[in-house]
C-alpha cells in the first residue's frame, strides 16, 4: 500500500494492511489480549514493514505516564557520562523503559530548564547526575511522583535516591597514598570548581588529609574550556616554571593529567621518580599512553547499571525493599606514575 508521506500511520492503515480490525491490531501491539499467533505475525510483520510507530502518546494519557527514563548529565564531550549511559542502557534495553538524555553544561539555570521540558512528557523515572541543584528544580523533582535517582555523588542528601561515590573520600585516599610514597611539595591543577561540585568536593577532601599530616598545596591551577589534553600540558608547564621544587602533581582528571604526563616525559624528567602523577576516573582511553598514569576509578558504568535498576525495580513494584543510598567505592590504580612503599 502507499501513503501521504507528510501523513504518520495510524492503525487503521495497519488494519487496512492485513484486514484485522484496529482492536486486534491495537492489542497486538501492545502486548495485550488473546489474539492468534498467526494473527499476531500477520500484524507485525505488516507494522514492520509500513514503519508504523504505535502512538505513545495516546496510552501516556490514560496512564498519564510514557516508558522514558529521562536521564540528564552535564556532558557528553566528558568521556566519563557516555560510560554511565552505557550502563544505564545495558539495564533498560531489557525493559520496556527507554533512556532520553539532557545536557546541562554544568549550568544549574540550564539543568533547570531541561529537567522542566523532560518531566512536562510525564516520563517513568528520572537519574541525574549530582546531588546540587537549584531550589525550582529540587522542588520539580519532590513534586514529580516518580522515581528519581541522583547519581555520581554521594556526599550530601538526595531527593530520593543516590548512586555513586563519595569524593570527598576519594580525594582522602588519593592524598593518603601520595603522602605513603614519600611525596610532600604538591600542586594541583583542575577545572574550575564552582560549578563543578564533585571535583570540588575531591579538591576538599584531598588537601583535609594533607592538611592532617601537616602538608599544604603549594601551587594550583584552575582551567574552564578548550582541550583538556592540551590545557594540561600548558598548565604543568607554568606551574613548574613557577614552583620548580614540586614533586607531586595531582590533577582533578585524566585528560588534563595525561597531558601533563606527555609534557614531563617530553621534557625528559624522570616520573615517578623527581615527580609523580596521578589523576582520577580511569579513562581507558589512556592506557596507550607510553606509561600508565596514577588514578581512580570513578565505577561510571556500575553506577549507571545501579540508578537504571533502581528505577525499573520501583516501577515493577512501588513497594518492594530498595536499596536507596548506594555508596560504591573505587580503587587506586598506581600505573606508572605513583611510587609504592
Request: contains cysteine.
Given at each position: 500500500?502507499?501513503?501521504?508521506?507528510?501523513?504518520?500511520?495510524?492503525?487503521?492503515?495497519?488494519?487496512?494492511?492485513?484486514?484485522?480490525?484496529?482492536?486486534?491490531?491495537?492489542?497486538?501491539?501492545?502486548?495485550?489480549?488473546?489474539?492468534?499467533?498467526?494473527?499476531?505475525?500477520?500484524?507485525?510483520?505488516?507494522?514492520?514493514?509500513?514503519?508504523?510507530?504505535?502512538?505513545?502518546?495516546?496510552?501516556?494519557?490514560?496512564?498519564?505516564?510514557?516508558?522514558?527514563?529521562?536521564?540528564?548529565?552535564?556532558?557528553?564531550?566528558?568521556?566519563?557520562?557516555?560510560?554511565?549511559?552505557?550502563?544505564?542502557?545495558?539495564?533498560?534495553?531489557?525493559?520496556?523503559?527507554?533512556?532520553?538524555?539532557?545536557?546541562?553544561?554544568?549550568?544549574?539555570?540550564?539543568?533547570?530548564?531541561?529537567?522542566?521540558?523532560?518531566?512536562?512528557?510525564?516520563?517513568?523515572?528520572?537519574?541525574?547526575?549530582?546531588?546540587?541543584?537549584?531550589?525550582?528544580?529540587?522542588?520539580?523533582?519532590?513534586?514529580?511522583?516518580?522515581?528519581?535517582?541522583?547519581?555520581?555523588?554521594?556526599?550530601?542528601?538526595?531527593?530520593?535516591?543516590?548512586?555513586g561515590i563519595s569524593?570527598?573520600?576519594?580525594?582522602?585516599?588519593?592524598?593518603?597514598?601520595?603522602?605513603?610514597?614519600?611525596?610532600?611539595?604538591?600542586?594541583?591543577?583542575?577545572?574550575?570548581?564552582?560549578?563543578?561540585?564533585?571535583?570540588?568536593?575531591?579538591?576538599?577532601?584531598?588537601?583535609?588529609?594533607?592538611?592532617?599530616?601537616?602538608?599544604?598545596?603549594?601551587?594550583?591551577?584552575?582551567?574552564?574550556?578548550?582541550?583538556?589534553?592540551?590545557?594540561?600540558?600548558?598548565?604543568?608547564?607554568?606551574?613548574?616554571?613557577?614552583?620548580?621544587?614540586?614533586?607531586?602533581?595531582?590533577?582533578?582528571?585524566?585528560?588534563?593529567?595525561?597531558?601533563?604526563?606527555?609534557?614531563?616525559?617530553?621534557?625528559?624528567?624522570?616520573?615517578?621518580?623527581?615527580?609523580?602523577?596521578?589523576?582520577?576516573?580511569?579513562?581507558?582511553?589512556?592506557?596507550?599512553?607510553?606509561?600508565?598514569?596514577?588514578?581512580?576509578?570513578?565505577?561510571?558504568?556500575?553506577?549507571?547499571?545501579?540508578?537504571?535498576?533502581?528505577?525499573?525495580?520501583?516501577l515493577e513494584d512501588?513497594?518492594?525493599?530498595?536499596?536507596?543510598?548506594?555508596?560504591?567505592?573505587?580503587?587506586?590504580?598506581?600505573?606508572?606514575?605513583?611510587?609504592?612503599?
Amino acid at each position: 500500500m502507499t501513503t501521504d508521506n507528510k501523513r504518520p500511520l495510524t492503525l487503521r492503515d495497519v488494519s487496512e494492511a492485513t484486514g484485522v480490525s484496529e482492536m486486534t491490531v491495537s492489542r497486538v501491539l501492545r502486548n495485550r489480549g488473546d489474539v492468534s499467533e498467526k494473527t499476531r505475525t500477520k500484524v507485525l510483520t505488516a507494522a514492520k514493514e509500513l514503519g508504523y510507530v504505535p502512538n505513545k502518546i495516546a496510552g501516556a494519557l490514560a496512564s498519564k505516564r510514557v516508558n522514558l527514563v529521562a536521564v540528564i548529565i552535564p556532558s557528553l564531550s566528558n568521556m566519563v557520562f557516555p560510560e554511565v549511559l552505557t550502563g544505564v542502557n545495558k539495564v533498560l534495553e531489557n525493559t520496556e523503559l527507554q533512556p532520553v538524555v539532557g545536557v546541562t553544561d554544568y549550568q544549574p539555570e540550564k539543568e533547570e530548564k531541561v529537567l522542566y521540558e523532560m518531566l512536562s512528557w510525564r516520563p517513568s523515572g528520572v537519574i541525574i547526575a549530582g546531588l546540587e541543584h537549584t531550589e525550582a528544580a529540587r522542588a520539580m523533582l519532590n513534586a514529580s511522583g516518580i522515581p528519581v535517582v541522583e547519581i555520581m555523588d554521594t556526599d550530601g542528601k538526595p531527593v530520593d535516591a543516590m548512586v555513586g561515590i563519595s569524593h570527598r573520600r576519594a580525594g582522602s585516599e588519593m592524598a593518603k597514598a601520595i603522602l605513603k610514597a614519600g611525596y610532600r611539595h604538591i600542586g594541583f591543577m583542575g577545572t574550575k570548581m564552582p560549578l563543578d561540585h564533585r571535583a570540588r568536593k575531591r579538591f576538599e577532601g584531598f588537601t583535609e588529609a594533607l592538611a592532617k599530616e601537616g602538608v599544604e598545596i603549594e601551587d594550583r591551577a584552575f582551567y574552564s574550556g578548550g582541550s583538556a589534553l592540551a590545557k594540561g600540558r600548558e598548565m604543568t608547564a607554568e606551574m613548574l616554571e613557577r614552583s620548580p621544587d614540586l614533586d607531586f602533581l595531582y590533577y582533578s582528571n585524566d585528560m588534563i593529567g595525561a597531558g601533563g604526563l606527555l609534557y614531563l616525559l617530553e621534557q625528559g624528567i624522570d616520573v615517578p621518580g623527581q615527580i609523580g602523577l596521578a589523576g582520577f576516573n580511569g579513562v581507558e582511553l589512556l592506557q596507550g599512553l607510553p606509561r600508565k598514569l596514577a588514578t581512580m576509578d570513578a565505577c561510571r558504568q556500575e553506577i549507571g547499571r545501579k540508578a537504571a535498576e533502581i528505577i525499573a525495580a520501583q516501577l515493577e513494584d512501588p513497594d518492594a525493599e530498595i536499596e536507596r543510598h548506594v555508596t560504591l567505592t573505587p580503587t587506586i590504580a598506581y600505573g606508572d606514575t605513583l611510587k609504592r612503599r
